[in-house]
């Protein structure tokens, strides 16, 4: 059985890289130039002590682009795709009450995604910027993030995303980007696959 954590985000602040690193430079900014007219020592220690800090933006930039940015949140239950029912942590939605499914899987562990000249904490993925939103026949939508390790882990949901796609709940280019499947060939792929499995049932 194929299963994907569910992840369920903090609300809580936190101190991240980033909010220290500038924190600390700004603020060092500050003093020294509200100091520069004390003394030239003071002003001295300050400039060196900003660029003491510039240099180990440097280097945490260089070491962020291996690090995974860490977990803001919790792994609560699992997201499992059944043939008749969609298992996401613990309560199960028959395939009868959803009018349609929408999932986002772009995200996933160790995708490099933080590139911007301003970052310089972890530059990789953890992988949870995923969703799956179930819109129901009770006119209820709901959305569940969820934690996606490998980019290519959805294939081992295919047929069964092929048969919501064949049940009408996914449309058929939201089921392409899903699988992955983008050039005409592997597009022209996927239609023929679908042909076949829908001439089987």
Known sequence: MDKFSIFKK?????????????????????????????????EKSFLW?????????LILKFR????????????????IFERESINI????????????????????????????RGNIGPALSNGTNNSVILFLKSKETKKYLFELINSNDFQNVRMILIEYHLKGKID??????????????????????????????
């Open 172 to 201: 058929f280019w939201e089921l392409a980007n899903v699988l992955g499947d983008k050039s005409s060939s592997e597009i022209n792929d996927l239609t023929d696959e679908i042909t076949k499995i829908s001439t089987i049932h």
């Open 49 to 57: 002590f900003s660029i003491a800090t510039l240099i180990t933006g």
């Open 64 to 79: 962020g682009l291996t690090q995974i940015e860490p977990l803001r949140g919790t792994l609560e239950g699992d997201l």
């Open 89 to 116: 942590g613990g309560k199960s939605y028959s395939l009868d009450e959803i009018n349609s499914i929408q999932i986002n899987n772009d995200d996933y562990s160790g995708k490099l995604i933080n590139i911007t």
């Open 10 to 42: 903090t609300e809580k602040f936190y101190w991240s890289v980033n909010k220290i690193y500038y924190c600390t430079l700004f603020s060092i900014l500050g003093l020294a130039y509200f100091l520069k007219d004390v003394s030239k020592s003071a």
